[in-house]
Each structure stands twice: as C-alpha cells, then as structure tokens.
Nanobody, 124 residues
Framework: QVQLVESGGALVQPGGSLRLSCAASGLTFTRYAIGWFRQAPGKEREFVAAINGAPYYATYYADFVKGRFPIFRDNAKNTVYLQMNSLKPEDTAIYYC????????????????WGQGTQVTVSS
C-alpha cells in the first residue's frame, strides 16, 4: 500500500530554516510527481511546491516560495525534500506531501495519495 510520511516540522524563529522530508513507499517512486501543500488554521489548503517524475523532474513553485523553498528529491531514498529558508510567521501551517502519476497540473490538490502532515510553527 502507498504510504507517505512527512517529517522535519518544528518550532523555529523568524528567519530560521527547516528541511521537511517526505518518505514514500509502496509505489514506483520515480514515476510519481510529489507536491507539498500547507494548511493554516481557518484557511484552505494551498500549493507550495512540486517536483515531477521521470524523466525531467521539473520543479514548480508558488509565487511566495520562489527563492526561499527549493524542492528536490533523492530517488535512492524514495524521499522528497522541501528546504525552507528565511521562514516567516505566515509560513506557520501543517505541511502535507502528496503523490500522483496521473496528472499534468501539479498546483491543485487533486493528488492520489497524501501524508498525515507535519507542523511548522514560526514564532518568536
């Protein structure tokens, strides 16, 4: 069965950094696109970043992410990372990873599989 497990969330100060991990199992990892989404209390889930599957592994970012949150994958470990730099209080949310092999647009939440999320809190 497909399983996605997020890790790396923590309480950090503004300007700090975190690296989130999404470990996948039960799928042919290189064939799947992996996306990161986040949801803050009282708000809808929003797209953060995504990386496509083979052969090109193209990356896509929300406007607020560009230059701050690079996404990359380690296929040998079946893991996708989101490197979060220059964190702001408005980045506080539960961060989810998701996987799909049946779509072209990656910035909407219609993915096939979802993890349980990891909490990121940015506060002084």
């Amino acid at each position: 069965q497909v399983q996605l497990v997020e890790s790396g969330g923590a309480l950090v100060q503004p300007g700090g950094s975190l690296r989130l991990s999404c470990a996948a199992s039960g799928l042919t990892f290189t064939r799947y696109a992996i996306g990161w989404f986040r949801q803050a209390p009282g708000k809808e889930r929003e797209f953060v970043a995504a990386i496509n599957g083979a052969p090109y592994y193209a990356t896509y970012y929300a406007d607020f992410v560009k230059g701050r949150f690079p996404i990359f994958r380690d296929n040998a470990k079946n893991t996708v990372y989101l490197q979060m730099n220059s964190l702001k209080p408005e980045d506080t949310a539960i961060y989810y990873c998701a996987a799909t092999n049946s779509r072209t647009r990656l910035d909407s939440p219609s993915y096939d599989y979802w993890g349980q999320g990891t909490q990121v809190t940015v506060s002084s």
